[in-house]
C-alpha cells in the first residue's frame, strides 16, 4: 500500500497520536489507567486493556467515587490496562475537551468518554449528564461545536450542553405561535416546535456549547451488533422481527425513551 498514490495514513501503536484525533471523526485516547467509557464508541485498540461493566467489575472503589448515575449505569464501562484506545461515533465530529475545577452538563448520548478524575452525575434536566471537576472528556457532535456565553436562546436540537452557568428554562414565541403557523396547528393540530417557536433560554455567566446542525444525533442501543448483513453474530438478536429480551435490571430503551 501506498500511502502517496492513495492518500492515507496507516497507523500503529507507536504513530497514532496521544490523547488528540487522528482525525475529525476519531479520537486516540493513550491509555495508561482508567477511563469511563460509553459502549459502542470503541472501534479499535492497541495494547492490554480490559473493560469492565459498572457495577459487574473489580472497580467498585473508582465506581463509586466518580459515577453517580445509575439509569445510565448498564451504557458505560471502565476501560482499564495500558495502550491507544480509539473512540468513534458513527463518523460524527469528534472532539475532546478540558475541565479545569469547573462543571459542564451535556447530552448523554453525545457523551463518549471521561476520564476517572471528573465525577459524571445525573442533570435534573432529562436526556443530560453532568461532569463535575478537573480532567479531559470526549463528546461528539452532528457538525463542529461553537461556543457562545449566555444570555442567548438555543434552539433544543442544536443545544450540545453548557458550561458553569445555570441550567436554562423553555421560551416560546408567542408571536410566532399567534401567526400563520399558530393558526394551521390550532386547526389541524400538525406540526411540531421548531427553533423559532421554541428555544432553550440560558442567563447569567458561563458558555453555551451549539453544534452547527439542528438535527440531533441518532440514538442506538449502546452496545448492540448491528442487525446487519456480514456483522458476526448480527442475526443472533433477530427472533422472528423481535428483540432478544432483557435481563433483569436493564432498563435499556425505556430510559432512553423517556430522555433519562
Not at 451549539?210 to 442487525?227: C, F, H, K, W, Y
Amino acid at each position: 500500500m501506498s500511502q502517496g498514490s492513495q492518500g492515507y495514513q496507516v497507523y500503529d501503536a507507536a504513530t497514532l497520536p496521544a490523547n488528540d484525533n487522528v482525525n475529525p471523526y476519531a479520537f486516540c485516547v493513550d491509555l495508561n489507567g482508567q477511563w469511563f467509557l460509553q459502549k459502542g464508541k470503541m472501534i479499535a485498540y492497541y495494547g492490554q486493556i480490559d473493560f469492565h461493566g459498572i457495577g459487574h467489575g473489580p472497580l467498585d472503589r473508582l465506581v463509586a467515587s466518580s459515577f453517580h448515575s445509575p439509569l445510565h449505569a448498564s451504557d458505560w464501562v471502565v476501560a482499564q490496562g495500558q495502550g491507544k484506545l480509539l473512540l468513534a461515533d458513527r463518523a460524527f465530529d469528534v472532539n475532546s475537551y478540558d475541565l479545569e475545577d469547573g462543571n459542564l452538563t451535556v447530552r448523554s448520548g453525545n457523551l463518549l468518554a471521561f476520564e476517572p478524575s471528573l465525577s459524571l452525575k445525573q442533570s435534573i434536566i432529562p436526556g443530560f449528564l453532568t461532569l463535575i471537576g478537573t480532567g479531559r472528556f470526549v463528546a461528539a457532535s452532528n457538525g463542529e461545536v461553537h461556543f457562545v456565553e449566555p444570555p442567548v436562546r438555543v434552539d433544543p436540537q442544536a443545544l450540545v450542553g453548557w458550561s458553569d452557568c445555570p441550567s436554562p428554562c423553555h421560551h416560546y414565541d408567542h408571536q410566532y405561535l399567534k401567526g400563520v403557523m399558530g393558526g394551521l396547528r390550532a386547526m389541524t393540530g400538525l406540526g411540531g416546535a421548531s427553533g423559532e417557536e421554541h428555544q432553550f433560554e440560558f442567563v447569567g455567566s458561563g458558555t453555551v456549547l451549539i453544534q452547527s446542525s439542528e438535527v440531533l444525533m441518532a440514538e442506538r442501543d449502546t452496545g448492540a451488533v448491528p442487525q446487519q448483513a456480514g456483522v458476526p453474530g448480527g442475526g443472533q438478536g433477530d427472533h422472528g422481527g423481535q428483540r432478544a429480551p432483557q435481563l433483569p435490571g436493564q432498563l435499556g430503551s425505556l430510559q432512553r425513551r423517556f430522555g433519562l
